[in-house]
DNA sequence: ATTACTTGATAGAATAACACTATCAATGTG
DNA sequence: CACATTGATAGTGTTATTCTATCAAGTAAT
């Protein structure tokens, strides 16, 4: 049964019966047979199919989204019984938006201080993929913004607060300032994260908020190859300040406050909303909790 | 896997290998080789065996407490499915205390107009083996006292307040009294429920208190047998008010509030704490939100 | 229109999983 | 010490599951 709803999971994530077999390790007939298996328990179509995978039916929905959660406490179950004979170990998935990965290991090294036998894979996502990945059970945990976008049904746990930065060679017309404000920024080019980051959609809005047409020089979705460009002292680029002060500055390079307004959003862990959490998830935000306040400001 | 977890359940409530098979519908190897298979999969042992059940082990605890929740979800899919398709059918469960039984009525007859292909199991249970019924999914909710005793791991609805009325002849020495305080009722020889009811502590306790030493001249654990003796006028018994009210009094029956103190407590609805409910428990809190306001006082 | 490709369903065979009956060994009980 | 109780084990038949190979329906390109 568990499997079969797991197979329902990876239809939901590939919209392809082929590829959903080939994630599951079966071959597309196992998996066709198993939804439709499912179908005929339940006694309801739980796909449209024509020739092709179209859409769930709305008893499908409602499935798909119980399987989530009986697949992910199966897991848990696993997790957890794992843990009780051998410890805390396996691997932790996490994702993080650009802007705070340089801060996952304020999280991380702790961690590891305290279990050594769990690995990580940590992933570069933007908020929205990040959290279709933790609905999908893609990933464990996430480090995202907490309080700009919606974030659906989630358990958060606050990391630190992201301020902004003009990061501008001191030879640069502003590059001399002590604080600059948004309107002044607003007529720079910049260095800036895609459309699709919630950072970029963020200095976008305080651009525009303060009379700006914002408009990016250079987009990437690789803070560090901003970072690159800005550093040479011929760009410049809005940063959240700790990640400023990670990456470092050079002698020309300078990271000037912005004002007007003082503009902060909070950055923090999300995990699935379920309780209990698997041991490895609670242990992270336990660890989180723990590390929050040598970050407060 | 789903099949081997409700194993487990069945030998948690069973205590016995060939109850639990039983239980199951399946034969004992059968359910010997469910539970050893599970024990294989997760490469801990479950369950501690001599020559007979003895225990379960630490782990065993915590796949159990696993089992609950994912069985308990894989039946609210089963049954959401069927109702999307089906409309609200299928059968409720319900467990009450012997002093809220008369209440059922209270929220079952609206319930029916509502939903008319949903049919009832009502069985008369003390609150501590109610609250077991409803650890172990063999009920869907209870009806018990919400503010006395711990509950454990329910979402509550409150329903009404129970308070204390002496049932006894206009005869008797105190028969004819507008009220009557617990040290006097204290005096007379009483029909109580037995002591495993919490009705019966939460009266022993203000007897008590009242300095009183309580003894039951008849226990019972059905209210209605009490009745039947209180109602010839020859005994006295002490009763919430609601129920004196619903079983009527006779000429010669009278009842006598009790005062100092003019104790009450919160009777109500308990289901399992589970987000989100299966359809029926979740129609059943919403038609006990509908009716209480009814039932304040 | 015709052809080629993509996608999911179906058929048939091999294999694995499952549940049953019968029986046994260990532990209590009178 | 006989005897009942309890759970594990062996052996067997049945059912489920999964695989490979193939097919039919629908799309897209020529």
Same mark, same amino acid.
């Given at each position: 049964m568990i499997d079969k709803l797991e197979f329902l999971l990876a239809l939901a994530r590939e919209r392809h019966f082929a590829r959903a077999a080939e994630a599951c390790g079966v071959t597309q007939p196992t998996l066709s047979a198993g939804v439709k298996q499912l179908e005929e328990t339940f006694g309801v179509l739980l796909v449209h199919r024509g020739s092709r995978f179209r859409d769930f039916t709305p008893e499908g929905e409602r499935v798909l989204s119980w399987a989530r959660r009986i697949v992910g406490d199966a897991r848990a179950m696993r997790e957890e019984v794992h843990a009780l004979k051998h410890g805390l170990n396996g691997r932790l998935r996490i994702a993080a938006v650009p802007t705070a990965l340089a801060m996952v290991e304020r999280v991380t090294t702790p961690f590891r201080e305290r279990h050594p036998n769990v690995q990580f894979t940590v992933l570069s996502r933007n908020s929205g993929e990040l959290l279709r990945l933790l609905d999908n059970l893609e990933i464990d945990a996430g480090i995202t913004y907490l309080d700009n976008e919606p974030l659906g049904r989630v358990a958060t746990i606050p990391l630190y607060r992201e301020r902004y930065r *003009? *990061?501008?060679? %001191? #030879? %640069? /017309?502003?590059?001399?300032? #002590?604080q600059v404000t948004w309107a002044e920024v607003a007529q720079v080019p910049l260095c800036l994260l895609t459309p699709d980051t919630q950072n970029r959609r963020i200095i976008d809005r305080l651009l525009r908020e303060a009379g700006g047409d914002p408009q990016a020089s250079l987009e990437s979705n690789a803070m560090i190859l901003l970072y690159a460009h800005v550093r040479t002292g011929r760009w410049a680029s809005i940063m959240p300040a700790r990640l400023a002060a990670t990456l470092g500055l050079t002698e020309v390079l300078r990271a000037v406050p912005i004002v007007e307004p003082e503009a902060s959003h909070t950055i923090g862990l999300v995990v699935p %909303?379920?309780? /209990?959490?698997t041991p490895l998830t609670s242990a992270l935000a336990d660890e989180t909790r723990r590390v929050a306040p040598s970050l407060a400001d």
């Open positions: *003009l *990061l501008i060679s %001191a #030879d %640069a /017309p502003l590059g001399n300032r #002590d %909303a379920r309780e /209990p959490m």
